[in-house]
Nanobody, 117 residues
Framework: QVQLVESGGGLVQPGGSLRLSCATS????????MNWYRQAPGKERELVAS????????NYADSVKGRATISRDNAKNTAYLEMHSLKAEDTAVYYC??????????WGQGTLVTVSS
């Protein structure tokens, strides 16, 4: 049974930083692409960052490019998203996502990030 559990969200001041973690189980982590999505109030869910297996190739949304780093630790079956220079518009529920080569998606429960003073 695939499980994705996010942690690390919370209240952050503008300009601050955070690191989100996604602990996984139930699949061979090193073989799958991992993604981070977010959904702000009243907006559609958007892909923030992705990291491929093996090559570790990363991609970022324009809205976070230069401020975010996605990474993975295959020994710990965990993916991470680090963000700095946070803005109010980064406020959202952040979701960890595993994507299979055949297009199936598995989701965590989400972790809320609020950027506010």
């Amino acid at each position: 049974q695939v499980q994705l559990v996010e942690s690390g969200g919370g209240l952050v001041q503008p300009g601050g930083s955070l690191r989100l973690s996604c602990a996984t189980s139930g699949f061979t982590f090193r073989d799958y692409q991992m993604n981070w999505y977010r959904q702000a109030p009243g907006k559609e869910r958007e892909l923030v960052a992705s990291i491929r297996p093996r090559s570790y190739t990363t991609n970022y949304a324009d809205s976070v490019k230069g401020r975010a780093t996605i990474s993975r630790d295959n020994a710990k079956n965990t993916a991470y998203l680090e963000m700095h220079s946070l803005k109010a518009e980064d406020t959202a529920v952040y979701y960890c996502n595993m994507e299979t080569p055949w297009g199936a998606h598995y989701w965590g429960q989400g972790t809320l990030v609020t950027v506010s003073s």
